[in-house]
Every structure is written in C-alpha cells, then in structure tokens.
C-alpha cells in the first residue's frame, strides 16, 4: 500500500468507492469525476506505478477483468462503443500513479475527443525505429 495514493486507500476502504467488481487482485469501481455515463476504473489491489510494473503472471487477469468489466459497462449504459485508456507518466497524462485501466463509454455526440494529429513515417526512419525496438526486445 502507499500511504499516498488514493486508489490504495479505495482499495483498503478508506475512501468512497461505487464497487462494481471485486477478487482479490482487482477492484473496478465508477470513476468519481466521469467523462461519460459509465466511466469506469479498473485498478489491481497491489499497488504498481505504472504497466511495466505490473507481473507477467498478472496480464492475462488484468485484461479479462477490463474486459469483463467493459462488457457489462457497455450493455448496462447501451453506449455506443467504448475506449480503454491506460496512461504511463505525468507526460502520457497520468495523475495518480498506481497502475489503473479507465473505460470509457461512448456515445454518438459526447463531448470526448481522443484524437491527435497523425505524422507520416519515413521508410528509413521507419527502418532505423524498427531495428532499435526489435534490439529492446
């Protein structure tokens, strides 16, 4: 637990929480400050920073769960799609660092835009990211 986190103090009770999953690696709840009807959040009660912090042996449950959850989220709200967002530093926009996977129900019309301004890839610049990723691997 970190004492100053507040998805740790949601996960041990200390904090409000609208519950809509629990076991006992995961809690899911509805976010307190939704962009849309049905913003939900999806946190693994360990607490990681961020998702290169999290086990191998924890992924496969982590996305079940966000799915699951995404699922029922989706057919109780009738949205229209979904996004899954899951920010990794300040810079990515993260705010609270413990790992979490936001669902977001989408709604022709909403007022959520998660868009940016694509930039072409040159064939070498490609080539030379390539070979420097596979080299990470």
């Not at 004492?3 to 609208?18: E, K, M, S, T």
């Not at 979490?100 to 694509?118: C, E, K, L, Q, T």
């Amino acid at each position: 637990m970190n004492q100053d986190c507040i998805f740790c103090d949601i996960i041990h009770g200390d904090a409000p929480v609208w519950k809509i999953y629990e076991d006992e690696h995961f809690l899911a709840f509805l976010n307190i400050n939704p962009a849309t009807k049905g913003h939900s959040l999806v946190v693994p009660k360990e607490h990681y920073p961020e998702l290169l912090d999290l086990p191998d042996h924890e992924l496969k449950h982590t996305l079940k769960v966000v799915q699951d959850v995404a699922d029922s989220v989706v057919e109780a709200t009738d949205a229209d799609g979904f996004n899954i967002l899951q920010s990794n530093n300040p810079v990515a926009g993260q705010e609270i660092f413990h790992i979490h996977f936001h669902i977001i129900p989408r709604y022709h019309g909403d007022s959520v835009d998660i868009r940016w301004d694509a930039e072409e890839l040159d064939e070498n610049e490609a080539e030379d990211l390539l070979k420097e990723i596979k080299d990470c691997m």
